[in-house]
Nanobody, 115 residues
Framework: VQLVESGGGMVQPGGSLRLSCAAS????????MSWVRQAPGKGPEWVSV????????YYADSVKGRFTISRDNAKNTLYLQMNSLKPEDTALYYC?????????WGKGTLVTVSS
């Protein structure tokens, strides 16, 4: 199993970024997928989850209305569109597979929101 995140970077408050997670080594379309983030000096925070077909999505209250999770099963790729970014969104963002808990994690992509 391999999960490789990309798309992080530095952005000003109010800006947008789109994260991607390329999945391999398993049947991507058979698993729910999730994003988790970890801010500097803090514990992991669950951000969002999407079901196998992409029809059901859930978000943490802290990102609801600003972030959108999606997936392309033909491309084995998970996405997180992040709009109206705030400094408190600064974190390392991880893609995780949901299989009896979040059983596999990528290495993360860093998002920094700063003016």
């Amino acid at each position: 199993v391999q999960l490789v995140e990309s798309g992080g970077g530095m952005v000003q408050p109010g800006g947008s970024l789109r994260l991607s997670c390329a999945a391999s080594g398993f049947t991507f379309s058979s698993y729910d997928m999730s994003w988790v983030r970890q801010a500097p000096g803090k514990g992991p925070e669950w951000v969002s989850v999407i079901d196998t077909g992409g029809g059901s999505t859930y978000y943490a209250d802290s990102v609801k209305g600003r972030f959108t999770i999606s997936r392309d099963n033909a491309k084995n790729t998970l996405y997180l569109q992040m709009n109206s970014l705030k400094p408190e969104d600064t974190a390392l963002y991880y893609c995780t597979r949901v299989g009896g808990g979040m059983d596999y994690w990528g290495k993360g992509t860093l998002v920094t929101v700063s003016s």
